[in-house]
């Protein structure tokens, strides 16, 4: 898939982004990792809200790009998206996040009781480092979009 092929395909818009827009997801990030880290929530809810940490970080860096991802099917649009922004050296991290996806879409519509304190646990690693890695990536290569 290509940019050109999801523009065609009405997945994507172009879009450009602003410092503004990424503070206030940087925002909603922190807020939902540190959610996610709270004890005595369950780990359905802190699954959902790390997967959610990682989704607005993943929607920063296709803004960056130049998109904005629209339409159904947008969380998974999001995750093909993210390799095209960053490169195949993510491959491994959008799989993981895209299986994360779906067992995030149990969670929120179908079924209680599906992630484990362990699944919940490592995506929050997950969501951290990756964090760490799309902060860098901006740092890198939109020098203008960082704080």
Not at 4 to 24: F, I, K
Not at 76 to 81: G, H, K, P, R
Not at 86 to 109: P, Q, W
Not at 123 to 141: P, Y
Request: with cysteine; net charge neutral.
């Amino acid at each position: 898939m290509s940019w050109q092929q999801l523009l065609a395909a009405n997945r994507v818009r172009n879009h450009t982004t602003s410092r503004q827009e990424l503070t206030d997801l940087r925002a909603v990030i922190a807020r939902d990792l540190q959610d996610a880290a709270l004890a005595g929530l369950s780990a359905d809810r802190r699954f959902a809200t790390a997967y959610n940490a990682v989704l607005q970080l993943t929607k920063m860096v296709i803004a960056c790009a130049g998109y904005r991802v629209v339409g159904q099917g947008h969380h998974q649009t999001a995750f093909e998206a993210l390799e095209l922004a960053m490169g195949s050296g993510i491959a491994n991290s959008s799989a993981y996040f895209d299986t994360c996806r779906r067992k995030r879409n149990l969670v929120e519509y179908d079924m209680a009781n599906v992630a484990t304190d362990t699944e919940a646990d490592e995506l929050l690693r997950q969501a951290r480092q990756f964090g760490q890695l799309v902060e860098a990536w901006i740092a890198q290569n939109h020098p203008t979009l960082v704080p």
